[in-house]
């Protein structure tokens, strides 16, 4: 310490009179601590400014409130984005191992009855089902397409019986012909002359045809002998095709009953014997209330009998699931049945696809796969697209055939989607087909699976990620900002004269 003393010698004053006190430190006090604090403060990045040394102004108080009010902003939709994930969607090869897929159907054919439905099936491995029944119903539906009678499960369709003799057809017309064949002037004549009429349709290249033709002449032979009030008669419906068509003539042959000119379905299916024939000729008598005592004796009931029978529906809804193989193949729904043969020239197709899916997803799938597509975008949702879809034919000879390539989806959507199963979204192609005459329709599903899968999983952000978007937010608002402050206060700060 350096004590020094002076005075004005010019004022007379002695150098002890008016003492200055000069203090001058030397050394280090505090031994090596000052020596750390200076190594450490040389790698300050935020060295302090003195206050002194600072200038508030109202531009920068203005710009202030601005960085505030849009950090705040930026954090909070920082944050909301954060908080939130995103659903995102990859591509990879499926690694399904299931040798076979669940394919669900739900289809109504306005036009078809169901006696005469088939679903088939084929694939390029060889596998060709015809009429396949399990798992798969039937519903007649009525004219408006709603359900009207359950048909039960698809079964095999049982044979009718045929009957065999010995006499051909021209031998048996030998004493006259009795069931007269009608072209359309004697159809409608026929109709007005017999109260009862059981009229037989047929092609003559339908086998089944030839096979009925001695069997029908000898029970009309039979309804002559027994004076039975019905007429009997023949309708060629290659050469009457006009009569058949108005008559809505499915297949071959059709044995139908009229009553006062008016057709009284269904169509006869049983047994074609002549005692078949003449039985249900007899019940239908006795359901007549002017000739249920056609017979005249005393066991003729005083009453008529009412006949029960199946109202004739002139659709048909079909609905199931099949197992099919995971290769190209389809399913198709056609007119078939085993003791007819279709007429090509009235199958209509007209259908509507109700459902349609592959996998577990069904029409009403499983509460835990709602629960998982809720979290999936509208977009993604490609199971179900043919749904509730109507597919209208104007003209004979064509139908709707649909292409369909079926592509897996994998949902990884967090805990407990491990345990769901493996779903099936597709895109689907349909259009017109048009057939030769003589070739029945088909209303065609042809579906492909894809070697790829979509992977649909939950993506969110990174704490670190979030943090990094923070400091970005607040740095570059504030630098941002500052910068803007500091060139606005030389724009208009004042100048010096």
Request: net charge negative; with cysteine; proline share 4%.
């Amino acid at each position: 310490i350096i004590l020094s003393l002076s005075s004005d010698k010019d004022k007379g004053d002695s150098y002890f009179d008016k003492p200055s006190l000069i203090v001058m430190m030397r050394g280090n006090i505090n031994g090596g601590g000052s020596r750390q604090r200076s190594a450490m403060s040389s790698v300050d990045f935020y060295r302090r400014v003195p206050k002194d040394l600072t200038e508030a102004t109202t531009l920068g108080a203005m710009m202030s409130v601005c960085a505030m009010i849009v950090m705040g902003v930026l954090f909070f939709a920082e944050t909301m984005a954060f908080a939130r994930t995103r659903v995102m969607t990859e591509i990879a090869l499926d690694d399904n191992s299931d040798p076979l897929v669940q394919l669900n159907f739900n289809i109504s054919l306005h036009a078809l009855p169901c006696d005469f439905v088939s679903v088939d099936v084929w694939d390029v491995l060889g596998t060709n089902k015809q009429n396949v029944t399990k798992n798969v119903e039937k519903w007649q539906l009525d004219e408006n397409g709603s359900r009207r009678a359950f048909s039960g499960r698809n079964r095999e369709v049982r044979e009718v019986k045929h009957e065999e003799h010995a006499e051909t057809l021209e031998e048996l017309h030998e004493d006259g012909v009795h069931a007269p064949a009608l072209d359309e002037e004697q159809f409608k004549v026929f109709l007005d002359k017999y109260d009862m009429a059981f009229i037989n349709f047929y092609a003559p290249w339908c086998v089944w045809c030839q096979r009925l033709h001695p069997t029908w002449e000898k029970f009309a032979e039979e309804v002559e002998d027994t004076d039975m009030p019905v007429g009997v008669a023949n309708v060629d419906c290659v050469a009457q095709a006009n009569v058949c068509r108005e008559q809505s003539i499915l297949a071959f042959p059709c044995l139908r009953w009229y009553e006062n000119g008016e057709y009284k379905g269904p169509d006869y299916k049983l047994d074609r014997t002549v005692n078949a024939l003449v039985g249900h000729a007899t019940r239908k008598l006795d359901a007549s209330k002017k000739y249920h005592n056609w017979k005249d004796d005393k066991k003729a009931s005083s009453q008529p009998r009412p006949m029960y029978s199946k109202p004739e529906n002139p659709g048909c809804q079909v609905s199931g699931s099949l197992m099919v193989n995971r290769v190209p193949g389809n399913f198709h729904i056609e007119a078939k049945s085993v003791n007819h043969n279709l007429n090509s020239a009235m199958t209509n197709l007209t259908h509507t696809v109700n459902h349609l899916s592959f996998g577990a997803m069904g029409r009403d799938p499983s509460r835990q796969v709602t629960r998982a597509l809720k979290q999936v975008p509208e977009a993604l949702q490609q199971f179900k697209p043919l749904d509730d879809k109507l597919f209208t034919t104007y003209k004979f000879h064509q139908a709707y055939h649909h292409y369909i390539k079926v592509v897996s989806t994998h949902l990884n959507l967090g805990s407990g989607s491990s345990n769901l199963p493996t779903l099936y979204q597709f895109l689907e192609q349909s259009q017109i087909v048009y057939y030769e005459e003589v070739n029945v329709p088909e209303a065609r599903f042809s579906y492909d699976l894809s070697p790829m899968s979509v992977i649909v999983e939950k993506e969110g952000r990174k704490w670190y990620d979030y943090l990094t978007s923070l400091c970005a937010i607040i740095g570059g608002t504030f630098t941002t900002l500052g910068l803007i402050d500091a060139t606005l206060y030389k724009v208009f700060k004042p100048k010096k004269l």
